[in-house]
């Protein structure tokens, strides 16, 4: 069953503000979830939200970008781009890491190439 919520007419005005066949899930604390898996696609929900102010956050533990605004009082966030935004360039750096190596299967340190953050312009963004 869907309760009724204080800023459920204030949703409704954002999701007719959304185009056809957006994906878009509705939290029970009130937060509107948009699915976007590349940057135009994030791009398309942004440019129907004139005036927001988004922050990006790169989640390590799911490998996507999330943007997370406010909207009239509503929550809102864009989620699972897998794409870096434009402005955001990869940082990498030589780690030392104990790793199966199937010809004897014994542990060895390798070096590997592994993303250790981003760098992006003219931001205060953030990584989690």
């Not at 970008?65 to 989620?79: D, R, S």
């Not at 030392?96 to 003219?122: A, N």
Request: net charge neutral; hydrophobic share 40%; aromatic share 12%.
């Amino acid at each position: 069953m869907a309760w009724t919520h204080k800023n459920l007419w204030k949703m409704a005005e954002i999701l007719k503000a959304m185009p056809e066949n957006s994906q878009f899930d509705i939290e029970l604390g009130g937060e509107v979830n948009f699915q976007a898996y590349t940057q135009p696609q994030v791009r398309e929900v942004m440019k129907r939200l004139p005036g927001v102010i988004w922050m990006k956050t790169y989640r390590n533990d799911c490998g996507w970008w999330e943007y997370t605004a406010t909207w009239n009082g509503v929550p809102l966030k864009i989620f699972a781009c897998r794409e870096a935004p434009p402005t955001c360039t990869a940082r990498y750096a030589e780690v030392e890491m104990e790793k199966q190596v199937p010809i004897t299967f014994e542990t060895q340190k390798v070096m590997v190439r592994k993303l250790v953050g981003w760098d992006c312009v003219g931001s205060a963004d953030k990584e989690e």
